[in-house]
């Protein structure tokens, strides 16, 4: 079938639905449901078609202006000036709807949790630990995310052994997945008296949150343990056992939380950490049926994965994956120019999902 043909049928199926809905009954509400999410993301692929067909008749109109003796010749020059920019806006706007044709991921439009891991490198790693955290937390503010910090263990000298926060907003997990991964830093720690730069490491994770309604726990499959919270140092923060352990027997996948003084809610945050981490663990799974290799595949999720540097002394982050290297690390830190290393990220991943789709 060749690209217009496809086209043609895009279209002609956005009007089917649009009469459909109009025409609807109501009598099945999870058809109605169904049809208008359909129609939702058929919209603005069907926008960028018109669009597109105007732009072709502009140019075959420009072309006869162009050839028309009859015109005077600023008439036929203006006539050249619009053929030329539309020649060269014309494959933009092809590129533009086969990134929207693009098979979407289902958990593209899902809020995210964040886990953020101090790795190795003792103290230094820690505090770089939280850097990041104030980075996203920072990112999530400019974006108009909600950022409410879940969990978080301190050492009590402003770094951090492991965070966790829920990001909500729109096209959170679709602008963040690519996140996760071993992120390493190098700088001179401020203990450092002879100058000499350390590297150290954090992990970070993201996952799509899920509701319950998403995956299914059976609660005989969980071991809930309670204690009393503590601090850093060791000290008891409360007096009473509020602190919540949950394991998941059938994977081993642990959750701790202690930051509320109420049991159940530490227990209500650990399960919603819980299910999006068995979410993650069969969003991975089925990945691993449907590829052999993911090597292709920008940002896969896994944490052994080296995907960015963080250069405090040459002032330049560079992210692994796609070769690139930005000397703005303070910007970077502050989450005002991390959109510059996610938009190149997520266009070599529409790239790579093309070139597959043509294989």
Not at 179 to 189: A, F, M, T
Not at 259 to 277: G, P, T, V, W, Y
């Amino acid at each position: 079938m060749s690209f217009a043909i496809k086209l043609n049928r895009l279209i002609e199926r956005h009007e089917d639905l649009s009469n459909s809905l109009a025409t609807h009954t109501m009598a099945d509400t999870n058809d109605f449901a169904k049809l208008s999410k359909e129609y939702s993301d058929l919209t603005d692929v069907v926008e960028a078609i018109k669009t597109l067909r105007r732009a072709e008749i502009d140019l075959k109109d420009a072309q006869s202006l162009m050839a028309d003796s009859s015109l005077d010749s600023e008439m036929r020059e203006l006539a050249e000036v619009e053929w030329l920019s539309l020649k060269e806006q014309i494959p933009l706007m092809e590129h533009e709807i086969q990134v929207l044709l693009l098979p979407k991921d289902a958990d593209d439009d899902r809020n995210a949790i964040l886990e953020v891991r101090a790795g190795t490198g003792g103290e230094e790693a820690g505090l770089f630990a939280a850097n990041l955290l104030r980075m996203y937390q920072r990112y999530a503010a400019i974006k108009g995310w909600k950022f409410e910090l879940l969990n978080s263990t301190d050492t009590g000298l402003g770094a951090i052994k492991e965070a966790s926060a829920s990001i909500c907003g729109k096209g959170v997990f679709a602008r963040l997945k690519f996140e996760s991964g071993v992120h390493r830093v190098q700088r001179v720690p401020e203990t450092e008296s002879s100058g000499r730069i350390h590297t150290s490491a954090a992990t970070v994770a993201v996952l799509p949150e899920v509701e319950e309604v998403d995956i299914h726990i059976d609660e005989k499959d969980l071991e809930i343990d309670v204690y009393r919270a503590s601090g850093a140092g060791g000290q008891h923060v409360n007096t009473t056992d509020s602190a919540v352990r949950i394991t998941h027997v059938p994977t081993g996948v642990v959750v701790t939380q202690q930051d509320e003084r109420s049991q159940h809610k530490n227990k209500a945050k650990a399960m919603k950490i819980l299910r999006a981490r068995l979410y993650e663990a069969e969003r991975n799974r089925q990945d691993a049926e449907r590829a052999a290799s993911r090597k292709n595949q920008v940002g896969s999720g896994d944490r052994s994965e080296r995907i960015r540097t963080y250069n405090y002394p040459q002032g330049r982050v560079s992210d692994h994956r796609i070769n690139l290297t930005l000397y703005k690390i303070d910007q970077i830190m502050e989450g005002a120019a991390l959109d510059e290393l996610i938009d190149p990220l997520i266009s070599d991943y529409q790239a790579a999902k093309m070139a597959e789709a043509v294989e």
